[in-house]
Each structure stands twice: as C-alpha cells, then as structure tokens.
C-alpha cells in the first residue's frame, strides 16, 4: 500500500488549507485513519483520526479549526484547516492502520507553513 499526501504550502495565519492523502489501494481495510504533524525539534503528534464508523478525534489544538473527512469511493483521507496559526507550522503525515491485523502505512509527509 502507498500512502500519498498533497496539499501542504505556505499559507498566511488565519488562511486555510486542504490536506488530501490517497492510498494506492482499497481504504475499505483500514479501520483507523489519522493526520499526524513533526514540528521541527518536537515529537511527532496525532492530530485528527477517523474510524471505519465514522467518529473522530482531533487534538485539543485544533478543535474546532480542523476536520478531517474520508472518501471511501475514493480511496482518500481529508483534513481542511481553517483559522490557521504560526504553531500549525509542521510536516503532517498520513497514517492509515488496520487495528485488527495491527498493518499501518504512512505517507511521505506534506509541509505546512503558517507564516504570521
């Protein structure tokens, strides 16, 4: 499985920004689905999953400002970032978990800069 991800770039604080993350196969496996960010220096954080059912969870960072969203007709993963600050600045990954078989893929990393 490949795990692609698009959409990062340079954007002004409290612009926005659409992160996409297309598999190359079927999604319809992958119970578990998340965007994580590395800021530089810092560990990397979990910052928005989806389950197979529907319910998420973001970090208390972004509620409220983000939301992530999946196409399963299409194989891919959203995150919409809305209100975005300076901290947002990172490289966000895509990570795409099967929890019953314990498989996950990560894509290669999209930068995000949020200049204030």
Not at 34 to 57: C, D, F, H, M
Not at 85 to 104: F, H, I, M, P, R
Request: charged share 15%; glycine share 12%.
């Amino acid at each position: 499985v490949q795990v692609v991800e698009s959409g990062g770039g340079l954007v002004q604080a409290g612009g926005s920004l659409r992160l996409s993350c297309a598999a190359s196969g079927s999604t319809f496996s992958f119970n578990l689905m998340g965007w994580y960010r590395q800021a530089p220096g810092k560990q990397r954080e979990l910052v928005a999953a989806i389950r197979s059912g529907g319910s998420t969870n973001y970090a208390d960072s972004v509620k409220g400002r983000f939301t992530i969203s999946r196409d399963i007709t299409k194989n891919m993963v959203y995150l919409q970032m809305n209100s975005l600050k300076a901290e947002d600045t990172a490289v966000y990954y895509c990570k795409l978990t099967n929890l019953n078989t314990g498989s996950a893929y990560w894509g290669q990393g999209t930068q995000v800069t949020v200049s204030s």
